[in-house]
């Protein structure tokens, strides 16, 4: 892959939107504000598992990928299971976590940059996306109390 396609671009912004319509329904309230904020949690956790998938396929499609390619590969998935228990077990949830997984998705080009992904604009988008996701995760986890 030489460039980031149109569509992938296209396709990869409008793949804020879901958390963009959950900020808003969180910063609303109502009736709607808790599973918001569940939804909101669930939909980071599964972007940032299907990162892992990616750069787990990038070590099996590139040999010569660092060896932890396959950690950071599954890291993302514990996680965001680590991260969902507290909500099991009863506790404060789910502010403090939609702040650390925030984090994680807004650091998570890192690991693009460490392996080597340069297709052109491929950092750039990822790097957008993933502040972009992250940063409204982040959002979400600060208003989550008053919900």
Do not use: H
Request: glycine share 14%.
């Amino acid at each position: 892959m030489k460039r980031v396609s149109e569509a992938a671009r296209a396709l990869g912004y409008a793949g804020l939107l879901p958390q963009v319509a959950a900020l808003l329904a969180v910063f609303k309230g109502g009736e709607w504000g808790w599973t918001a904020l569940a939804l909101a949690y669930a939909y980071a956790a599964l972007i940032f598992s299907f990162l892992g998938g990616v750069w787990w396929g990038i070590g099996i499609a590139r040999p010569e990928s660092p060896k932890w390619i396959f950690l950071a590969g599954v890291a993302p998935s514990l996680i965001a299971l680590g991260l969902w228990w507290p909500w099991m077990a009863g506790w404060t949830w789910p502010g403090p976590e939609l702040i650390a997984l925030g984090l994680c998705i807004a650091a998570s080009p890192l690991i693009d940059l460490a392996v080597g992904l340069k297709p052109e604009g491929w950092l750039a988008l990822r790097r957008n996306l993933s502040i972009g996701l992250g940063g409204l995760s982040v959002l979400i986890g600060l208003i989550a109390p008053a919900v």
